[in-house]
């Protein structure tokens, strides 16, 4: 069985990016990666700083998908700053954004892991 054909990441960014944006809320592009073949983490923020980072995966049965790198409980910003710098001595390629959520989840389709 073969995967689908995946697109971009910088176009998968920059999708996420603005469908996050369009309720008014804060979303920013954080770090650029490879915009082929770079992953992607989504930084879920909260207004006092702590929150929630999603990972880029996929599913046993090869579907996009996001796993809660820092667990189900929002964290503080060094923990999510620590997270973030652990990922990218395994990963140089990639992308960072910040999305403002109140309630820490994601506000765009997306399946949690």
Do not use: C
Request: glycine share 10%.
């Amino acid at each position: 069985m073969t995967s689908p054909p995946r697109l971009r990441t910088d176009l998968v960014a920059r999708a996420l990016l603005r469908q996050s944006g369009l309720d008014g809320r804060s979303a920013m592009l954080l770090r650029k990666g490879d915009p082929d073949a770079g992953g992607i983490l989504v930084v879920l923020a909260g207004r006092n700083g702590d929150g929630v980072v999603l990972s880029q995966t996929r599913t046993a049965e090869g579907e996009a998908a996001w796993l809660r790198g820092t667990g189900t409980t929002p964290v503080p910003a060094d923990q999510i700053q620590a997270y973030v710098d652990r990922q990218l001595k395994y990963d140089p390629d990639l992308w960072v954004l910040e999305i403002e959520s109140s309630d820490f989840s994601p506000p765009f389709e997306a399946i949690l892991i």
